[in-house]
């Protein structure tokens, strides 16, 4: 059993940056890639990017390269999502994934 906890979402205006954290808990996190994902209104739940086991390897959706970095920390058991030069489109629920589990997801919102 694993646990997922997000934080970090938040109301920003477009343009500004937001950090969310992924803290997990339940098993060895560094035997995991973990994976962001998101779901905005009235539409299915989309990738936004991944990171390997080590963290050497990282994979971003088109739509947030460039903008978007994730990175992890296997002493803290913890992924993040930096998120710069946010866009109105950006606006969705974040949730974080390990394998099958997913966290209860935090709010994004960008402003115009």
């Known amino acids: 059993q694993v646990q997922l906890v997000e934080s970090g979402g938040g109301l920003v205006q477009a343009g500004g940056s937001l950090r969310l954290s992924c803290a997990a808990s339940g098993r060895p996190f560094s035997w995991y890639a973990m994976g962001w994902f998101r779901q905005a209104p009235g539409k299915e739940r989309d990738f936004v990017t991944a990171?390997?086991?080590?963290?050497?390897?990282?994979y971003y959706a088109d739509s947030v390269k460039g903008r978007f970095t994730i990175s992890r920390d296997n002493a803290r058991n913890t992924v993040y999502l930096q998120m710069n030069s946010l866009k109105p489109e950006d606006t969705a629920v974040y949730y974080c994934?390990?394998?099958?589990?997913w966290g209860q997801g935090t709010q994004v919102t960008v402003s115009s």
């Open positions: 990171i390997s086991m080590s963290g050497s390897n990282t």
């Open positions: 994934r390990i394998g099958a589990y």
